[in-house]
């Protein structure tokens, strides 16, 4: 039997670009291109629960500069300033063997399994039954 297919979303806030921390982040020169990275490492990092790094069988190889500008089709420059950035106030962490971990991962992901979002989407036409009729 195959495996379940797995949804994965980020939960970005209402308030995400009025946070201080990407208040300061957008007002850097280029802003915008390190808030667009982050955000490309968030989506990146979404089914390995917020850590970014590669495997070659049990060989862990870590991402360096321009891996992540293709990852993420940034250019280089931006790459390494956005994760000088991104290390500073506290968004990411990089790891002594090279794991990148974002660091508020819990609370801007979310999944769920294709059978999972067939039975919510289920239960929200059942309701909309109930209350229509």
Not at 36 to 51: E, P, Q, S
Not at 66 to 73: R, Y
Not at 104 to 128: C, H, P, V, W, Y
């Amino acid at each position: 039997m195959s495996e379940a297919k797995r949804y994965y979303w980020l939960k970005l806030p209402e308030d995400f670009f009025e946070d201080e921390t990407i208040l300061w982040l957008e007002s850097q020169e280029n802003g915008k291109d390190y808030c667009l990275f982050y955000l490309k490492l968030c989506v990146k990092a979404l089914k390995k629960d917020g850590v970014l790094i590669r495997y070659v069988g049990e060989l862990i190889i870590p991402y360096d500069l321009s891996s992540l500008s293709k990852l993420t089709n940034t250019p280089v420059d931006t790459v390494k300033i956005a994760i000088e950035f991104l290390r500073k106030i506290g968004l990411i962490s990089v790891l002594e063997t090279g794991e990148i971990i974002i660091e508020q991962f819990n609370e801007l992901a979310g999944s769920e399994t294709d059978k999972a979002r067939l039975m919510r989407e289920k239960r929200i036409k059942e309701k909309l039954k109930l209350t229509s009729g």
